[in-house]
């Protein structure tokens, strides 16, 4: 069970540092109106905050030490 903590521990630490250093998007369609077959949509690209990368880091290293304690 260590092993999956240190493992889950080493992927939050990567991945948080993707969303704190590079920054991460992900792209929303958002319909305004509809008519019959007629239909517009928006398309929103928006950012992981960094924060959220931080708190990621955080979380991995405590998983990391708790995987390698004995």
């Known amino acids: 069970m260590k092993t999956v ?4 521990g080493a992927a939050l630490i990567v991945l ?5 250093f590079r ?4 792209t929303q369609n958002e319909t305004v109106f509809q008519v019959g077959n007629l239909k517009a949509e928006v398309r929103k690209e928006e950012r992981i905050p960094s924060w959220a990368g931080g708190v990621a880091i955080a979380a991995g290293l405590v998983l990391v030490v708790m995987g390698l304690r004995k």
């Open 23 to 26: 920054g991460l998007f992900f």
């Open 5 to 8: 903590y240190a493992i889950v």
């Open 16 to 20: 948080g540092g993707v969303v704190l």
